[in-house]
């Protein structure tokens, strides 16, 4: 699993109770992310109710609570690191011609029929008024 930085940023005072975040799975709900570290002015993180230690993985349904007294304007910064979603596979292919000027799917798992035409396996087919259109499922 590929992470990325993922910074919570404060540049000034939170209200008295704090800023409230509550974490959900859905994406960008912090679902998954690991707080590391804090830099800047002093920033007090309570995990449901509990004083923050480091490094901390958030679950859906945690609640954290940023609080801030410092107003110099100066950022406050909570490191941490998420994972990076898993995108789907393309719904293309790359077209490229060979020497003679036929198409060459380039991502395409093809086999061969007993009559030597190639199926692509990788793909479903639709006949539209004649034409072929593959769509790429893997």
Same mark, same amino acid.
Not at 44 to 66: E, H, S
Not at 80 to 109: N, S
Not at 112 to 121: E, H, K, N, S
């Given at each position: 699993?590929?992470?990325?930085?993922?910074?919570?940023?404060?540049? @000034?005072?939170?209200?008295?109770? @704090?800023? *409230?975040?509550?974490?959900?799975?859905?994406?960008?709900?912090?679902?998954?992310?690991?707080?590391?570290?804090?830099?800047?002015?002093?920033? *007090?993180? *309570?995990?449901n109710?509990?004083?923050?230690?480091?490094?901390?993985?958030?679950?859906?349904?945690?609640?954290?609570?940023?609080?801030?007294?410092?107003?110099?304007?100066?950022?406050? *910064?909570?490191?941490?690191?998420?994972?990076?979603?898993?995108l789907?596979?393309?719904?293309?292919?790359?077209?490229?011609?060979?020497?003679? @000027?036929?198409?060459?799917?380039?991502?395409?798992?093809?086999?061969?029929?007993?009559? @030597?035409?190639?199926?692509?396996?990788n793909?479903?087919?639709?006949?539209?008024?004649?034409?072929?259109?593959?769509?790429?499922?893997?």
């Amino acid at each position: 699993m590929s992470l990325a930085p993922l910074p919570i940023l404060l540049a @000034g005072d939170t209200p008295a109770e @704090g800023f *409230t975040l509550t974490v959900d799975a859905a994406p960008g709900g912090y679902a998954g992310a690991t707080l590391l570290s804090t830099s800047g002015p002093p920033v *007090t993180l *309570t995990l449901n109710g509990q004083p923050l230690t480091f490094p901390k993985l958030l679950a859906a349904g945690d609640v954290l609570v940023l609080q801030r007294t410092d107003t110099s304007g100066a950022i406050s *910064t909570v490191h941490a690191l998420a994972p990076l979603a898993e995108l789907p596979p393309p719904t293309t292919f790359t077209v490229t011609t060979d020497p003679d @000027g036929f198409p060459v799917y380039q991502e395409a798992q093809t086999t061969p029929d007993a009559d @030597g035409y190639l199926t692509v396996t990788n793909a479903t087919a639709t006949d539209s008024e004649g034409y072929i259109n593959l769509e790429r499922t893997s």
